[in-house]
């Protein structure tokens, strides 16, 4: 018969994250703060890129590379970029403190944001469907957080590691671009979104390693090749974000990368990173289930979310 006090001891010892390394708690309001960043900065790339469609009076399958120039010249574009800039900023040094499992799930708060600050741009009502999706939302992502904080750790990724990531990530860049040059004049909003979201997933894991591996002071050729790789794999993401919203509204294009990117992120994080190797079966089972409602919540806000409802009571904008 295993003492109480030796049970309490053994059962502390078997939690780690903020137990043992307290800078947890500093990078989840960073990473919050990246995604206030993040939802701001949709709102007007998603101005910006819409009124460049509207002056070019072309509609292709894809921004167009004068497009993609003219987009330098609106302003609200300008600013939405900057503010992107800011999120990424606060998501490393987020990264930099947190594990990624940690880190990654807490951008899903971007679209609740961005879900409401566009209601209050268009003057849409809130309905109660969109009110339960955005509960769901910030309820499975609570409970994620909540034992990912606990049990989240931290391991040297190996090169072993960094090169099966380098290698599905190329795999996934040529699929992804073979589906566009087929599908480029038909391709739908969701494409992009689900292109970009697997590729920023991977970004966000690389940055990781790139972060990990300069504390460590082990900057070589494989570090300095995992760096180029992000650079190239932002890029591409890039294109495919700024596509989406000339074919989508904000709400979709956040709702996709907010669920797909830190799906990818987290279970490369899980499958290959080995972030959660100390967490007992239960948690794991907490983390499909919490990741299950989240997921949930995310599909019926893009569902029923004020501006695609007619209980959102759309405003007649005023005639001029």
Not at 123 to 130: Q, V, Y
Not at 202 to 231: H, M, N, P, Y
Not at 234 to 246: E, I, N, R
Request: with cysteine; glycine share 10%; charged share 10%.
């Amino acid at each position: 018969m295993i003492p109480l006090d030796a049970a309490l001891t053994d059962g502390i010892d078997n939690l780690v994250g903020v137990f043992r390394d307290p800078r947890i708690l500093l990078g989840i309001p960073l990473a919050l703060l990246g995604a206030v960043f993040m939802s701001f900065g949709a709102q007007y790339q998603h101005r910006g890129v819409q009124k460049v469609e509207r002056l070019s009076g072309k509609k292709t399958g894809g921004l167009s590379r004068s497009q993609l120039f003219s987009l330098l010249t609106r302003p609200s574009w300008v600013a939405g970029t900057v503010m992107l800039g800011l999120a990424i900023v606060c998501q490393l040094a987020a990264l930099s403190l947190a594990p990624l499992i940690l880190v990654q799930p807490l951008g899903a708060i971007a679209l609740v944001i961005t879900t409401v600050l566009n209601a209050r741009i268009s003057r849409h009502r809130p309905t109660r469907r969109s009110l339960v999706a955005i509960g769901a939302c910030v309820g499975g992502i609570f409970v994620f957080v909540t034992i990912a904080a606990f049990f989240a750790t931290e391991h040297v990724v190996t090169s072993r590691e960094l090169l099966v990531i380098l290698g599905i990530l190329v795999v996934v860049v040529i699929v992804f671009g073979a589906f566009w040059l087929m599908m480029r004049r038909r391709a739908q909003a969701l494409f992009y979104i689900t292109a970009a979201g697997v590729i920023y997933g991977f970004v966000a894991t690389l940055a990781k390693v790139v972060i990990s591996r300069i504390q460590a002071g082990d900057f070589e050729w494989l570090t300095l090749l995992c760096l180029v790789a992000l650079l190239a794999a932002v890029a591409v993401g890039a294109y495919f974000v700024q596509t989406a919203y000339s074919v989508g509204p904000p709400d979709l294009v956040i709702a996709g990368l907010t669920v797909i990117d830190p799906m990818v992120a987290v279970l490369i994080g899980l499958a290959v990173l080995g972030e959660a190797s100390t967490a007992p079966a239960w948690a794991l089972i907490g983390f499909a289930i919490a990741g299950a409602i989240a997921a949930w919540g995310v599909i019926q806000l893009t569902r029923h979310h004020p501006q695609v409802t007619a209980d959102g009571k759309p405003v007649k904008p005023r005639v001029k």
